[in-house]
């Protein structure tokens, strides 16, 4: 069966493989108003250190990451 690459990004979420549902949504070209927090989420996950330098938690900076890419991409019930 052909997997598009938002069945695979609701794929990874359902698992937990936050990394893998980062890592292909941050690809895509429209991400609507959850954009700023899916890219900000994928940056902090590649340079944690970089964020602690800011004076961001790149930990809670991946949460909002993860609510974005729930209220963005999660299969309507």
């Given at each position: ?22 890592s ?22 590649l ?5 602690r330098?800011?004076?961001r ?21």
């Amino acid at each position: 069966m052909l997997q598009t690459k938002l069945s695979q990004v609701q794929a990874a979420m359902h698992a937990g493989d936050w990394p893998r549902a980062f890592s292909i949504a941050s690809k895509f070209a429209r991400l609507g108003p959850q954009k700023a927090a899916i890219m900000r989420a994928q940056a902090a996950r590649l340079s944690p250190s970089l964020y602690r330098q800011l004076g961001r938690d790149p930990a809670a900076v991946v949460e909002e990451g993860k609510v974005a890419l729930r209220a963005r991409f999660e299969a309507k019930r």
